[in-house]
């Protein structure tokens, strides 16, 4: 995979020479059993039931979308939106190779042969989504608020479309927590920090309750997971710890 500031340009994948990098990147981190367990929980925070109309804002390549799919059963109804026209392409493709007809709609996004719900993926803006209020019994958003410069307005809108009394998840990072081992303590927080700085939400995690508490949510539950990888040459590839230290030191 090429060496490019990735994490900080996620809100113009349709720009790059080669959108499927960033599909692979995805991939990469999905594969991570940290990430594997904090998506488990958040699964499970959904309370998904059989019949349920369930978003997935920022589905990037569907994968997420598809495990909703299987929560939901054949009664319910998956959407996944992204502002990517190659992810969501990426998106309907692995929906039709798992059985599930990837529409660009969810009026005529067919019937899973599988016990799945059927799913469909659109190209679409998280601060304005296409749908009316309530539309959704629970929505999700996961690691795409930290990529938009008006977070507030993609939760507001999140929680729009979501019925009264319905779920929302949120699962965002916190980029100024990055802890890495170096025998440079100084240096190494110079260079991490610099890397919150350069994620238009490199704050995000820990603003999600004031963000939700803005606009009317009152339940709200906090979890934390720290994910956590020993090897390094992996932890570059998920995190672009070498990219981030070169642009560190252009900045002195």
């Given at each position: 995979m090429g060496r490019f500031d990735l994490p900080s340009r996620f809100a113009r994948v349709d720009d790059a020479r080669d959108p499927g990098e960033y599909v692979a990147y995805l991939d990469s981190v999905s594969a991570l059993g940290g990430a594997r367990a904090y998506k488990k929980e958040g699964f499970r925070l959904l309370e998904?039931?059989?019949?349920?109309?369930?978003?997935?804002v920022g589905s990037g390549a569907g994968e997420d979308a598809l495990e909703l799919a299987r929560r939901a059963g054949p009664e319910g109804r998956v959407t996944g939106l992204d502002g990517s026209a190659a992810m969501v392409e990426e998106a309907r493709r692995r929906a039709l190779d798992a059985g599930v007809a990837g529409g660009g709609d969810g009026e005529d996004a067919g019937s899973a042969g599988s016990g799945w719900a059927p799913v469909a993926f659109l190209v679409g803006d998280a601060r304005a989504l296409p749908f009316g209020a309530g539309a959704f019994d629970g929505g999700r958003v996961d690691r795409v608020l930290q990529h938009l410069d008006d977070p507030a307005r993609a939760v507001k809108e999140l929680v729009r479309v979501v019925r009264p009394g319905g779920r929302v998840v949120a699962c965002e990072p916190d980029w100024e927590t990055l802890a890495v081992t170096a025998a440079d303590r100084e240096l190494t927080r110079r260079i991490l920090?610099?890397?919150?700085?350069?994620?238009?939400?490199g704050w995000i995690g820990r603003e999600l309750v004031p963000l939700l508490r803005g606009v009317g949510v009152e339940e709200i539950r906090v979890e934390a997971r720290a994910?956590?990888?020993?090897?390094y040459r992996r932890a570059d590839a998920v995190l672009r710890l070498r990219t981030f230290a070169a642009h560190a030191r252009k900045l002195g």
């Open positions: 998904v039931a059989p019949g349920d109309r369930l978003l997935d920090n610099n890397a919150a700085d350069r994620i238009p939400g994910l956590a990888v020993a090897d």
